[in-house]
């Protein structure tokens, strides 16, 4: 009996020994399985300083393998001291071409304006923003409207194509 007994507990043990070793080897092949796809970050901000400051906010990041996809684009940039504004419904930057494209409701504000626009270009390296659609560029005194927009960031400077201006105040 005590023979059985321990035969039986040998046999027992062997058999979750192989068991455990089988539940292993299946657990590795199915994690070996999994790749990854997408990075996503919900509700972030995004602080950096540098000569220049900024915050960036937005609901939702998600990395993609070439591009960083952002929901509700909030950036507050403070440049030699003066603030301004970019926000556009979605953001889209593509890593290899160093572009931020900002799209639906993209408005640009300053102390001394609003930009707004459908799209915009941001070419990172050449700092450059470019669009081809509509632009409506306003103030208290002033209000433009245009189609195609080119921005100098360097040389801070704008050029919008085939433009109606009013001055009101004047």
């Known amino acids: 009996m005590k023979k059985n007994i321990a035969a039986l507990s040998i046999v027992f043990?062997?058999?979750?020994f192989i068991l455990n070793e089988i539940n292993k080897y299946m657990t590795g092949e199915?994690?070996?399985k999994i790749k990854y796809t997408d990075a996503q970050i919900n509700?972030?901000?995004l602080i950096g300083r540098n000569s220049d400051k900024f915050v960036l906010k937005g609901n939702k990041l998600i990395e993609k393998e070439d591009r960083i996809l952002i929901d509700l684009f909030k950036l507050d940039y403070i440049k030699d001291g003066e603030p301004?504004?970019?926000d556009a419904e979605?953001?889209?930057y593509f890593k290899n071409r160093d572009i931020l494209k900002l799209s639906n409701n993209v408005k640009i504000r300053t102390d001394r304006f609003i930009l707004e626009t459908s799209i915009l270009y941001i070419f990172t390296k050449k700092r450059v923003a470019k669009s081809?659609?509509?632009?409506h560029l306003y103030s208290e005194n002033m209000d433009t409207i245009g189609k195609g927009l080119f921005?100098?960031?360097k040389k801070e400077k704008m050029i919008i194509k085939d433009v109606r201006t009013v001055f009101r105040g004047i």
Do not use: M, Y
Not at 13 to 16: E, G, I
Not at 132 to 135: A, F, T
């Open 13 to 16: 043990l062997v058999s979750v």
């Open 30 to 32: 199915s994690l070996s």
């Open 43 to 45: 509700d972030f901000l």
């Open 84 to 86: 301004f504004k970019i």
């Open 90 to 92: 979605k953001g889209v």
């Open 132 to 135: 081809n659609q509509k632009v």
């Open 151 to 153: 921005i100098n960031l």
